[in-house]
T-cell receptor
């Protein structure tokens, strides 16, 4: 049962344009959401997070939007840069009902072309 | 500051051989510890997690086992590797109480 889904395996964007990565979840108990970025042969690194009491969180070029009614979140990268090319994983946890174990999506490969 | 060490970085092992991957965390106490695997072209699959010494929970039935002999040490093992055990193994720690993980640099395991 895939509780966190990233339905787009890959995304290709031109440098300077916006990248939008999407993520859907099914577990209504999830109350904390994160995005991780992963380069080949490296561990994922934390990018940005959002709790369920918010619908938007912004950090520089990265903004995460949460739509609780649709059980959907998205990561916007503006402007996209070639160094942003990586695999992006969304993750979710239920902090109020567990110790915070994360459930990850399958990942989306982002390629930013110069 | 907290750091996480994972080794080795790469490993090529024959089918049927044993496995031991080690992960240690510095600069924190009583972390939650995790082992994940990323198979080729797939997402991150949680294998084991631990909330304390000697406490191991398994997420999926498999050929692997985990142990936590010390507060900041997490070991992934197998007695006999299968071809299907190939993948990229990641250790992660999380402070007690939740929020995000910090991942190690990973181990690329190829079973031949």
């Amino acid at each position: 049962d895939q509780q966190v889904k990233q339905n787009s395996p890959s995304l290709s964007v031109q440098e300077g344009r916006i990248s939008i990565l999407n993520c859907d979840y099914t577990n209504s108990m999830f109350d904390y959401f994160l995005w991780y970025k992963k380069y080949p042969a490296e561990g994922p690194t934390f990018l940005i997070s959002i709790s369920s009491i918010k619908d938007k969180n912004e950090d520089g070029r990265f903004t995460v939007f949460l739509n609780k009614s649709a059980k959907h979140l998205s990561l916007h990268i503006v402007p996209s840069q070639p160094g942003d090319s990586a695999v992006y994983f969304c993750a979710a946890s239920a902090l109020t009902t567990s110790y915070g174990k994360l459930t990850f999506g399958q990942g989306t490969i982002l390629t930013v072309h110069p | 500051s907290q750091t996480i060490h994972q080794w080795p970085a790469t490993l090529v092992q024959p089918v049927g051989s044993p496995l031991s991957l080690e992960c240690t965390v510095e600069g924190t106490s009583n972390p939650n510890l995790y082992w994940y695997r990323q198979a080729a072209g797939r997402g991150l699959q949680l294998l084991f997690y631990s909330v304390g010494i000697g406490q191991i929970s398994s997420e999926v039935p498999q050929n692997l086992s985990a142990s936590r002999p010390q507060d900041r040490q997490f070991i992934l093992s197998s007695k006999k590797l299968l071809l299907s055990d190939s993948g990229f193994y990641l250790c992660a720690w999380q402070s007690t109480g939740g929020s995000g993980y910090t991942f190690g640099s990973g181990t690329r395991l190829t079973v031949v």
